[in-house]
């Protein structure tokens, strides 16, 4: 069972505006958010995390939205850049440091910044 | 993805063979994670190690597979009597010993099985 679902397998976005990739969660145990950015033959880089206290937490051009009732968060880009296009992976963890807990991965989106 | 060291970074082998993966953690991470990646699909989680300590290793596969993290030196991950199935991205992740960090990972190895 996909406990952390990315429904769209890829995104296709303009040049400076505003990508928007979505992330489902079923299971209620999990307390801390995470977003990571995957070039092919590289490791996930870290981008941004939500502890679920928060519904918001915003970084340079990164804003992470969780809705804890609706158990979905989604990873707001803008402007996007040529740059961003990868894959995005959103991952859950039960601990609230995401530290200290195996991380439960979506199957990742692939994000297409367009000229 | 500076810090996390893997390798190989690629490594084939023979179906029966043995494949041994390396892992080491960013300088001061005492938290060591083994994922693996099938092709089109997420990252999965193996196992979850500290020094010398096996944490949860609920995500690996209970035969052929091992995992140890010694007082000094790297991480391994072995797999034993490989099989076709094995092919896949294996990678690690480190995070320090106190809560509230993210994990960060290599940029893992590819295993063929040929």
């Known amino acids: 069972d996909q406990q952390v679902k990315q429904n769209s397998p890829s995104l296709s976005v303009q040049e400076g505006r505003i990508s928007i990739l979505n992330c489902d969660y079923t299971?209620?145990?999990?307390?801390?958010f995470l977003w990571y950015k995957k070039y092919p033959a590289e490791g996930p880089t870290f981008l941004i995390s939500i502890s679920s206290i928060k519904d918001k937490n915003e970084d340079g051009r990164f804003t992470v939205f969780l809705n804890k009732s609706a158990k979905h968060l989604s990873l707001h880009i803008v402007p996007s850049q040529p740059g961003d296009s990868a894959v995005y992976f959103c991952?859950?963890?039960?601990?609230?440091?995401?530290?200290?807990?195996?991380?439960?991965f979506g199957k990742g989106t692939h994000l297409i910044i367009q000229p | 993805n500076a810090g996390v060291m893997q390798n190989p970074r690629h490594l084939v082998r023979r179906r029966g063979q043995e494949a041994r993966l390396r892992c080491s953690p960013m300088k001061g991470h005492s938290h060591v994670y083994w994922y693996r990646q099938l092709p089109e699909e997420g990252l999965k989680f193996m196992v979850y190690l500290q020094k010398e300590n096996i944490i949860d290793e609920s995500g690996m596969p209970k035969e052929r597979f091992s995992a140890e993290f010694p007082k000094e030196g790297p991480s391994i991950l072995r797999i034993q009597q490989v099989v076709r199935g094995d092919s896949a991205a294996y990678f690690c992740?480190?995070?320090?010993?106190?809560?509230?960090?993210?994990?960060?990972f290599g940029d893992g190895t590819r295993l063929s099985i040929l």
């Open positions: 991952a859950a963890s039960k601990d609230s440091g995401g530290g200290a807990d195996g991380l439960t």
């Open positions: 299971n209620s145990m999990f307390d801390y």
């Open positions: 992740a480190s995070s320090p010993s106190y809560s509230n960090q993210p994990q960060h």
